[in-house]
Each structure stands twice: as structure tokens, then as C-alpha cells.
């Protein structure tokens, strides 16, 4: 089993938390689209004939791209696998993209999943953080998506901002809940190094949220998506019943997957690479026959601190049959016991052979997963 990552690294106009790879000349795209295709015939034989379930087209603002690029897209796809036979084909889209005629244009496409980056639905927030559209808008698209036939529909919510109230995150799970996505994702603004937040920041004109009040959210995020019905089953991903993001859960559960264009990662179980973050070069270097990335083989460690990583995020949480399989006794009863402190005062839990964060747990994921890396041997 494999997924494939199809990164489109184009945004009419940039957000100012984001910190993935994009850019603004749309006037790229042809030549762009021409070096994808061309990347993926030199490097599927990277999966080694494993059956692709899953395909993600994120950015970037996939949306941005018109039907004929997409089509190209799914050509190139099709002369390698059976589209037919993908359980989940994903796409990122802004909603003020989703016109009408665009998702007809999408019902013609193998596509079965929509991700729609809504953000807020307060129109203050989405003006400040430089969004394109409002929140009717949003709502509006999110309607038309469904009427259209698109039942998987994943929501993207941001909490934390500047100024913003536990009660305005509140009307914000509720108008989010009233659309009842299949999937919902929400995640803590993050003040990352080099956005113009970030700048904003570092001259004084915002303050971050602090983090007694991150932490009412995160939990009140929990309750309420909760008692509507979604399972919490990743630190920042909500889904109804069996609605999980299959493309996501493999990256967690260590499924191999390929990534093609700029800035995109792939992994095979025994490295990781990861393509230039520059459209240009990227371009150039496809265009010419050589491959645009670098690459890290994985040792033991790495290996076992990713599995901390992935696992002890999602709901099914840590096997410690998994680290005893691919590491031997040995780190198991290292991982055991770096994990008894964290049992003992109820942050982790052992629920059969798994390890697994508890609600205080979740609050201080990062730390427990740090603790319990190894560095060095
Ligand atoms: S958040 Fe999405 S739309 Fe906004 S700049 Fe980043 S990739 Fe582009």
C-alpha cells in the first residue's frame, strides 16, 4: 500500500501565518504541470509496485489550477495505476475558488474528497489573516460542494488568534458543526520564523494568544466536536464515524508514499528525501532529466523516533509489539520505561500492547513525544 502527495505551489495571494512553499507567478503553471508529469515518470517506480490507495493534491491552492491542468494531471497518473482503484483522491481547495462551474468541472475528475481551507468563519479574522474569501462564502461553497455530490468534505479551522475569545471560537465550532463536514482539522496559530505574523510579532502589533486560554480552546475544540459526534482520532483531526483522512492516517501509520513538485516529501520505509523548495529550480532540473532531491537514509534511530512521532498522535496510539518487531526487546524496554513517568501521573496510557496520550497527555504532547526519542546510542 502507497499514497502519492501531488504538491501545486501557487496561491493568488499569501496568508500571513503560512510557511508552506507557493508562490505568486501564476504564469508558471504550464511549464509547471509539464515538470510534475515528467517527475512522476521518472519516480514511480519509487513505489515498487506497491497498490496506490490514496492520492492528496495539496499546496499551495490546488484549486488555483484550471480542468485541463488537472486532466493532465490524472492522464499522467492513469498511465501508471488504476485511478478506479484509489479509495481516496483528495483536493485542496480555497473556497472562493469553488465556483459553480469549477466543481462540475471536479465532478469530471477522479476526485472524491474535498479539503476546504475555511479557517474562520468570522470575516475579521479571515481580513487579518489575508484570506481571499468570507465566511458566507465559505458556507455558500461548502453547500454547493455537497449538492454537487461531494459527500467526503474536510474543513480546515484555525484557534489562537490575536484577540480572538473562547465564546468567538465557540460560534466558530458551531457554525462548523452546522455544515457537519466528514472531516474536520483545526489547528493552534502557529507564529512561524520568516511569515509576515511572524514579523508582526517581533514589532509589537500582535500578541500571542496566551496559553492558558490555547488550552481552554484545544479543549473546548475536544468537547464540543466531540459531543457532536466526531472522534478525535489525531491531536489536530476530527471525524465523523470511519471518516478519517485515509492519505493522512498512512503518513502516521508509516505507509510509503511519493512526493512530486517543490518543497514535497517522499518516503520509502528506509530514507526520506525531499524536493527543492523553488519552482524555478525545480522546473529546471525536471525539465533536463535530473531529479530535484535530497536524501536521508534513515538510521535505527530516526526509524524509531519517527514512530514515536506518527503513532502517539493518532487515537490508536503507540504499539509496543511494532518497536519490538523493528527494534528489538531491548528498545521496547527502553521506550517502557521513558513512558512508566508519564503512566504513573496519567498522561499516558497503556491500553493493551498500546501506548496512549490521555486528555491531560494531549496538552503536552510534544514533550512526552521528545522524551521519549532517542538521541543518540
Ligand atoms: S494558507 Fe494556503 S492559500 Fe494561504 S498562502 Fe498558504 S498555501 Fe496559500
Not at 62 to 88: M, N, T, V, W, Y
Request: aromatic share 10%; proline share 3%.
Amino acid at each position: 500500500m502507497a499514497g502519492i502527495y501531488i504538491h501545486i505551489p501557487f496561491c493568488k495571494k499569501r496568508c500571513i501565518y503560512c510557511d508552506f512553499f507557493s508562490d505568486i507567478r501564476m504564469h508558471l503553471r504550464k511549464d509547471y504541470v509539464d515538470a510534475l508529469c515528467r517527475e512522476l515518470e521518472m519516480r514511480y517506480a519509487e513505489l515498487e509496485n506497491a497498490p496506490v490507495h490514496t492520492i492528496y493534491i495539496g499546496g499551495g491552492t490546488p484549486s488555483q489550477l484550471s480542468g485541463e491542468e488537472l486532466a493532465r494531471i490524472f492522464d499522467a497518473l492513469s498511465l501508471h495505476l488504476p485511478l478506479s482503484a484509489c479509495k481516496e483522491i483528495t483536493l485542496e481547495a480555497n473556497p472562493d475558488d469553488l465556483s459553480a462551474d469549477y466543481i462540475t468541472m471536479l465532478k469530471h475528475t477522479p476526485i472524491n474528497r474535498i479539503s476546504m481551507g475555511i479557517q474562520s468563519f468570522d470575516d475579521d479574522d479571515l481580513l487579518f489573516l489575508n484570506r481571499r474569501h468570507t465566511a458566507a462564502q465559505a458556507e455558500e461553497a461548502f453547500v454547493r460542494c455537497r449538492e454537487a455530490g461531494f459527500g467526503n468534505i474536510s474543513i480546515d479551522l484555525i484557534y489562537g488568534l490575536p484577540g480572538q475569545t473562547i465564546q468567538g471560537w465557540q460560534s466558530n465550532l458551531g457554525r462548523a458543526i452546522a455544515l457537519r463536514p466528514a472531516h474536520i482539522s483545526a489547528y493552534s496559530l502557529i507564529y512561524e520564523e520568516g511569515t509576515a505574523l511572524f514579523r508582526m510579532l517581533e514589532s509589537g502589533k500582535v500578541s500571542e494568544c496566551d496559553d492558558e486560554l490555547s488550552l481552554d480552546m484545544f479543549d473546548c475544540l475536544i468537547d464540543t466536536l466531540e459531543a457532536a459526534g466526531y472522534e478525535h482520532y489525531e491531536i489536530s483531526n476530527f471525524a465523523l464515524p470511519g471518516m478519517y483522512s485515509q492519505h493522512n492516517t498512512s503518513y502516521w501509520l508509516d505507509v510509503p508514499y511519493l512526493g512530486l513538485g517543490p518543497s514535497a516529501h517522499s518516503y520509502d520505509g528506509k530514507c526520506r528525501r525531499w524536493n527543492v523548495r523553488d519552482i524555478s529550480r525545480y522546473i529546471n532540473k525536471i525539465s533536463h532529466g535530473f531529479n530535484a532531491y535530497e536524501t536521508e537514509i534513515l538510521d535505527t534511530n530516526s526509524r524509531y523516533n519517527d514512530m514515536i512521532l506518527t503513532s502517539l498522535r493518532t487515537m490508536w496510539g503507540l504499539s509496543l509489539s511494532r518497536i519490538e518487531e523493528n527494534f528489538g526487546r531491548d528498545m521496547r524496554q527502553y521506550c517502557q520505561a521513558l513512558a512508566r513517568p508519564y503512566i504513573d501521573t496519567g498522561k499516558l496510557v497503556l491500553s493493551g500492547d498500546n501506548l496512549k496520550l490521555t486528555r491531560s497527555g494531549l496538552f503536552v504532547s510534544d514533550s512526552i513525544m521528545s522524551d521519549l526519542m532517542k538521541v543518540e546510542d
